[in-house]
């Protein structure tokens, strides 16, 4: 099965996303928290493109807006959940894709969110 990353632009080129790997737990009233730990730092060298509107579609209706598509070449590194951050964008991710389970192309569909996330803290 073919998976379209996108068309090679400018744009599209190699970049440099952190891998925040969520964890959860309890705060001190022992309401569940949700945290992302950058440590030990963790990147990886990928492009970023939009979704296209099947892959939108296709997400929008498993109740998981995407809004762009990570590719990066080897085994996938973060899992759903987690949360791929580039300068100062953050996209968290949404599913992974690993085609043929070959661990060839990794496959990210995110949701590009800017009004979220506050350092290191969802709210």
């Known amino acids: 099965m073919y998976h ?4 090679h632009r400018p744009e599209n080129l190699w970049k440099d996303f952190f891998i925040e790997i969520k964890t959860e737990g309890t ?3 022992g309401r569940s928290k949700e945290s992302y730990s950058v440590y030990p730092p963790i990147y990886v060298r990928a492009t970023l493109c939009g979704a296209s509107p099947d892959q939108q579609l296709k997400y ?6 995407i809004t762009h598509v990570i ?14 951050t580039m300068d100062n964008r953050v996209f968290y991710v949404k599913g992974v894709d690993n085609p043929g389970e070959q661990d060839i192309w990794s496959v990210y569909y995110c949701e590009e969110r800017s009004d979220t996330h506050d350092v290191n803290q969802l709210e």
């Open 71 to 84: 590719g990066h070449v080897g085994q996938p590194i973060a899992k759903a959940g987690d949360r791929l």
């Open 60 to 65: 929008q209706q498993m109740g998981h807006p």
């Open 27 to 29: 705060d001190s009233r």
């Open 4 to 7: 379209r990353i996108g068309y």
